[in-house]
């Protein structure tokens, strides 16, 4: 099998050496030797595979029902245009990303490291297009999709002390970025915290969106019924609109793909990561579905679209004195949707270092933690800086776009693999007609949104075409200075973060 390779990488892989009996005294001495392992020919540490079933479909779940049910609701009405076709929409993204999990699972268990879409991508079409990605996904995915859960988390806990109006703006964006640099520390300190929050602030969303459901059912069960009379009046079918419904949803549904971040972590991938796909997905589906039918049932189209805060709305109406309850328990859920993201997500960047696609810095692990340190924090500040921008539907477009393109190309990969490498061993073989139906329906949002949104793909696609100069500057045939600078910093994060490199092999 082909392996990406960044022989021509921006800095030196070795800095400095740090022998690897001194790596295990300094963690047990800390009582956290068990946040890694060390290789038995003394060659260096590696991430230990420490997630387990549970903690799969914990992550995918946790990732996935964060702050898009209660933000998106409302972008898949608008451009439904009735909540009946706004359903429709719902089932269908479930379904469409059940597709795609399904064949990046096929991708994850042949190819069976970290990195997602970018390990894919480079091992399909080579080391340029994967840079391609990993720019996209450090200057748009990663991040946009991290402060928009973020920003979720503090309008939502900010709401009652601001229940008549809208919460200031700064203390909207103080709160949040306390939050991401709270989970960024427990995501330096130890792994196995990391993945206790994400167990128990997944239990918390789903026991939140579970009251959501109970509460419409009681609403419906009394003969409240008239928001069913004529569920697909004013449905828009024009397929600009649709495709800028399906975006919505699908932003719903991203997450899906973030166990693949972190192959390398998991215990046995080979069905771990099919299964904790299986179960996870249909169970998402489910609760949004019943979410969506507990909110139409209570909340008329006028509330819904006039409502920046959905589910907040819909306690105001439901819960009287305890509507409290909803937004604290929002909050949760967008806490603990951010820690799986930020976990899942600072190993693309670190995995994206390691192969010499971005400074080398960033693939340093501490040696007292165990954990990639300058990943997550390099993670941390791109996503600061982001917060400042006010429009979160504006940035759902951005994402979906570039998300969509990048999700069809690595599907492609699928496919060019299945006819480049026919014999490659794949543990999980899906039917063809999967990636092909995947295929088609992601190329028809990326046509529709150049119609629809012709800026928003214009500047994704600036975006995405701005990384061809930086791969050649620093990658391809790297600027001296450039080489320097970055050898300098990644000296300076060696001893600051008390790191070294890893030195993991692979075949």
Same mark, same amino acid.
């Given at each position: ?27 047990? !001495? ?99 297009? !994967? ?356 050898? !300098? ?19």
């Amino acid at each position: 099998m082909t392996r990406i390779q960044a022989s021509d990488s921006l800095i030196p892989r070795q800095v400095f050496n740090v022998p690897v009996e001194a790596v295990e005294a300094a963690g047990k !001495a800390r009582g956290r030797s068990d946040s890694a392992e060390t290789s038995s020919q003394g060659s260096g540490v590696k991430l230990k595979k420490q997630i387990g079933l549970v903690d799969g479909v914990a992550i995918i779940v946790g990732v996935i029902v964060g702050s898009g049910i209660f933000v998106s609701p409302k972008g898949v009405l608008m451009f439904s245009g009735s909540i009946g076709q706004s359903l429709i929409v719902w089932v269908l993204c479930g379904v469409l990303s059940m597709v795609g999990a399904l064949c990046y699972a096929e991708l994850g268990t042949m190819i069976p490291k970290s990195g997602g879409d970018y390990a894919y991508i480079g091992t399909a079409f080579g080391p340029l297009p !994967a840079f391609l990605y990993l720019w996209v996904a450090l200057l748009i995915l990663v991040p946009t999709g991290n402060a928009i859960t973020a920003l979720t988390f503090a309008q939502y806990l900010l709401k009652p002390f601001w229940p008549s109006c809208e919460a200031p703006i700064e203390a909207v964006q103080l709160l949040a970025a306390a939050m991401i640099c709270v989970l960024t520390v427990i995501n330096c300190y130890n792994v196995k915290w990391v993945t206790r929050v994400t167990d128990i602030f997944t239990g918390t969303k789903v026991v939140a969106l579970m009251v959501i459901v109970g509460a419409g059912v009681w609403y419906l069960a009394d003969g409240n019924t008239e928001h069913w009379e004529q569920p697909f009046s004013g449905g828009l079918k024009e397929p600009g609109y649709i495709a800028l419904a399906f975006y919505s949803g699908l932003f719903s549904y991203s997450g899906w793909n973030y166990l693949n971040f972190v192959t390398e972590e998991l215990k046995d991938p080979y069905r771990n990561l099919p299964r904790a796909i299986c179960i996870s997905m249909p169970v998402v589906t489910i609760i949004y579905m019943v979410t969506n039918v507990a909110y139409f049932s209570v909340l008329s189209t006028d509330e819904i679209l006039s409502s920046d805060a959905v589910a907040v709305t819909f306690g105001d109406k439901m819960l009287g004195f305890l509507s409290w309850i909803m937004p604290l328990a929002v909050a949760c859920s967008t806490f603990g949707s951010l820690n799986g993201a930020i976990f899942a997500s600072s190993r693309l960047f670190f995995v994206g270092a390691r192969n010499g696609h971005l400074p080398a810095a960033i693939s340093l692990i501490n040696i007292n933690c165990l954990t990639p340190v300058p990943a997550l924090i390099f993670l941390c500040i791109i996503t600061l800086m982001l917060l400042f921008i006010k429009d979160t539907y504006v940035l759902i477009n951005y994402v979906s776009y570039v998300e969509a393109l990048f999700t069809l190309i690595s599907v492609a990969g699928l496919l060019w693999l299945r006819y480049k490498q026919p014999k490659t061993e794949r543990p999980i073989r899906v039917s063809l007609a999967l990636p092909i139906i995947y295929l088609i329906v992601c190329l028809f949002l990326v046509i529709a949104s150049c119609v629809a949104s012709p800026t928003e793909v214009g500047v994704g696609t600036i975006i995405i075409l701005s990384g061809i100069p930086v791969y050649y500057m620093t990658i391809h045939n790297p600027v001296q200075w450039l080489a320097d600078t970055s050898q !300098a910093i990644n000296m300076w994060c060696s001893k600051f973060f008390i790191c070294m490199p890893n030195q993991e092999k692979f075949d």
